[in-house]
């Protein structure tokens, strides 16, 4: 039996190592810089949210390709209804013509198909999978279309599609406009614990910090620092389209 994925598409398990080769990396090398156990902790606590960012901007931008395909993805089911196919027909032949990435999405439905699942059930599975609030209105116009049978699917497709081009263009921009304040207020997160390591080679400033009241005032910072990456994190995302019928 396969372990369980994250949102991430990793290992819960390889994450937490990641996390930890993180910190004690930003630990190991603080404190042969400072000659400062006590300076190294703090120093560890930031980079382990090191990874965390990474990852999760990862996720984020596989997350915005795979909207960015359906377009491409409703331009090949229209092709295919106008040239005689079935609905059921358009979407097996995705698994084989359609965007590399969805592939095999579509090929888990076509499976689906051929183990006599109902066409309404495949495609609620096909629904999950993507997880996504695009894929929810795609499928539920699909499934609206074969069940009414209606002789404008093409057209209610074709409509969608400009939809979604239309808002992933809106969105695109918003994220360049977003990303320069995001990446500034990083640097500013960044920028005093830089300054610091530089200044703690200096014994004057190594002595100020390796009391207890020096100690608690680094442990806080990294604390806060880390919240208030958090919360622009939180201020600054942009609010993703609802999953209204998943």
């Known amino acids: 039996m396969k372990k369980a994925l994250n949102a991430n598409g990793k290992k819960p398990a390889v994450e937490i190592s990641i996390y930890l080769a993180s910190g004690f990396i930003g630990f190991l090398i603080s404190s042969l810089i400072t000659t400062s156990t006590l300076i190294g902790i703090p120093f560890g606590l930031i980079t382990v949210a090191i990874p965390v960012v990474l990852i999760k901007r990862k996720a984020e931008k596989e997350r915005m390709a795979l909207q960015g395909l359906w377009p491409e993805i409703l331009d090949h089911i229209i092709s295919g209804l106008q040239s005689g196919l079935s609905l059921a027909e358009t979407l097996v032949i995705l698994s084989g013509r359609g965007p590399e990435k969805t592939r095999s999405f579509f090929a888990l439905f076509a499976q689906d198909?051929?183990?006599?699942?109902?066409?309404?059930?495949?495609?609620?599975?096909?629904?999950?999978?993507?997880?996504?609030?695009?894929?929810?209105?795609?499928?539920?116009?699909?499934?609206?279309?074969?069940?009414?049978?209606?002789?404008?699917?093409?057209?209610?497709?074709?409509?969608?599609?400009?939809?979604?081009?239309?808002?992933?263009?809106?969105?695109?921009?918003?994220?360049?406009?977003?990303?320069?304040?995001?990446?500034?207020?990083?640097?500013?997160?960044?920028?005093?614990?830089?300054?610091?390591?530089?200044?703690?080679?200096?014994?004057?400033?190594?002595?100020?910090?390796?009391?207890?009241?020096?100690?608690?005032?680094?442990?806080?910072?990294?604390?806060?620092?880390?919240?208030?990456?958090?919360?622009?994190?939180?201020?600054?995302?942009?609010?993703?389209?609802?999953?209204?019928?998943?």
Request: aromatic share 8%; glycine share 4%.
């Open 113 to 246: 198909l051929r183990s006599g699942m109902e066409f309404e059930k495949a495609l609620t599975e096909l629904k999950l999978r993507f997880s996504d609030g695009i894929a929810d209105q795609v499928c539920e116009v699909l499934e609206f279309a074969r069940v009414s049978g209606s002789r404008d699917t093409s057209l209610t497709l074709r409509t969608l599609s400009n939809f979604i081009r239309s808002d992933l263009a809106i969105r695109a921009e918003i994220e360049a406009k977003h990303s320069w304040v995001k990446n500034s207020a990083a640097l500013a997160a960044v920028a005093p614990w830089i300054l610091l390591l530089l200044l703690a080679a200096q014994p004057n400033t190594r002595n100020a910090y390796t009391n207890a009241n020096g100690f608690m005032i680094l442990i806080t910072g990294a604390v806060l620092t880390i919240v208030a990456y958090i919360w622009m994190e939180r201020v600054g995302k942009i609010s993703q389209t609802p999953r209204t019928f998943a």
